[in-house]
């Protein structure tokens, strides 16, 4: 598989996401340590989905971390 290919593939997506099978994982961890635009590329899709989650980010109501610690305390 050539390099673009794979880069254009979403497969390295999928394994910043957690959602690749253990043959994929190995395949992504292989092509990033034997290609520097690949580990470059996954960079970049790790900083995308951090701004995109950072963006739509939404805060919780003030009394939740109140409840959650009572909570913890109580069990």
């Not at 960079?43 to 610690?69: D, F, H, T």
Request: charged fraction near 30%; charge should be negative; hydrophobic fraction near 40%.
């Amino acid at each position: 598989m050539d390099i673009q290919s794979f880069i254009q593939s979403g497969l390295l997506e999928t394994y910043v996401l957690g959602q690749c099978s253990a043959e994929e994982r190995q395949l992504v961890e292989r092509m990033i340590a034997q290609h520097p635009e690949v580990r470059a590329e996954l960079s970049a899709v790790e900083q995308a989905l951090e701004g995109y989650a950072a963006a739509n980010a939404i805060k919780p109501p003030e009394w939740m971390k109140g409840r959650i610690l009572d909570r913890i305390d109580r069990e």
